[in-house]
T-cell receptor, first 111, second 112 residues
Framework: NAGVTQTPKFQVLKTGQSMTLQCAQDMNHNSMYWYRQDPGMGLRLIYYSASEGTTDKGEVPNGYNVSRLNKREFSLRLESAAPSQTSVYFC??????????FGPGTRLTVT | QKEVEQDPGPLSVPEGAIVSLNCTYSNSAFQYFMWYRQYSRKGPELLMYTYSSGNKEDGRFTAQVDKSSKYISLFIRDSQPSDSATYLCAMGGSDSNYQLIWGAGTKLIIKP
């Protein structure tokens, strides 16, 4: 089992460019999450998907969109990147509960 | 005031010491209290969790919840250099979407 995988691992964007972060899980989990992690801020929830076909905003959704493509895959899109979106992005999944399993992260720099 | 407060450290202790890591919270609706460990440049991994009050032990690790004081602790006995990491607490209520509220993490350094 690969668990939760994320691509790419690293990315550098210029302000205004767009990109999609990919996430996939092979644990047959219903719920999936996108977080960002900034120094001193802990993990902040951007969007989540409680089940296939549903998505909801988290604490910091502005500037992002998501797609729950199927049960396995949950993507995060930045339509017009800004320097404030420089961060480490983590995808996580869980079955019914608070036990979340995380991917290795994507380090994004926006210049 | 943040819902979950955690001292960022770093906390540096000698190998073999007992480590105490703590979080305070303000929302009395929290029922699930999680501890995650995050090694440098890796994703968080679930270490252990407790539901409601009480203690839970798993090997060298003990999680403790004091709901009356809104205070949770993680104790590490016989600490090892491999325990050096950032420890994140996270808490959840009884909502059906299983959202967690996270502390900022405490960086722990175990000196050989």
């Amino acid at each position: 089992n690969a668990g939760v995988t994320q691509t790419p691992k690293f990315q550098v964007l210029k302000t205004g460019q767009s990109m999609t972060l990919q996430c996939a899980q092979d644990m047959n989990h219903n719920s999936m999450y996108w977080y960002r992690q900034d120094p001193g801020m802990g993990l902040r929830l951007i969007y989540y998907s409680a089940s296939e076909g549903t998505t909801d905003k988290g604490e910091v959704p502005n500037g992002y969109n998501v797609s729950r493509l199927n049960k396995r895959e949950f993507s995060l899109r930045l339509e017009s990147a800004a320097p404030s979106q420089t961060s480490v992005y983590f995808c996580a999944s869980s079955e019914y509960g608070y036990e979340q399993y995380f991917g290795p992260g994507t380090r994004l720099t926006v210049t | 005031q943040k819902e979950v407060e955690q001292d960022p450290g770093p906390l540096s202790v000698p190998e073999g010491a007992i480590v105490s890591l703590n979080c305070t919270y303000s929302n009395s609706a929290f029922q699930y209290f999680m501890w995650y460990r995050q090694y440098s440049r890796k994703g968080p991994e679930l270490l252990m969790y407790t539901y409601s009050s009480g203690n839970k032990e798993d090997g060298r690790f003990t999680a403790q919840v004091d709901k009356s004081s809104k205070y949770i602790s993680l104790f590490i006995r016989d600490s090892q250099p491999s325990d050096s990491a950032t420890y994140l607490c996270a808490m959840g209520g009884s909502d059906s979407n299983y959202q967690l509220i996270w502390g900022a993490g405490t960086k722990l350094i175990i000196k050989p």
